[in-house]
């Protein structure tokens, strides 16, 4: 028995890795630059909606809630007032396998396999899921919640 077709296996594993960490660089990237387009043909690309565009009115949404909405795009995505004036906003796309998350209260919950996350931050409560909902940029801009 020879060692190299298991140490091959082991180098390929490797680049494999060092590719998909390379990739979810880029990913991070992209999202902390201004609004730049999604990567095309990824799953978990996100909407970069064009700013100033009004999601949901400001009151229509209680202080600590969420409201579900449509992006510009169509996409669908969650509108959170996390306080009397600031807001944050996800994607309602469940980070498990795909199903769209409902706001309850001041939690999302996944109807699929039951997820829960944070309505006001999109962290994950309860699994399965274990990536939190990606976040959208708002902003409150003269009593609406605007794409930021
Ligand atoms: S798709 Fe949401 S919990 Fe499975």
Redesign the pocket.
Known sequence: MTAEPHSRRSVLTAGAAVAGAAVGAVALSACGTSGSAATPGSKNAQPAPAPGQPLVALADVPVGEAKAAKGPDGSDIVVARTAENTAAAFSAI?T????T?APQGAELK?P????VFDALTGAVKNG??KQPLPPVKVRVDNGQIVTG
């Not at 498990?96 to 199903?99: I, R, V």
């Not at 699929?112 to 997820?115: D, P, Q, R, T, V």
């Open positions: 469940c498990h396998q795909g199903c998350v996944c699929c396999h039951g997820s399965p899921a």
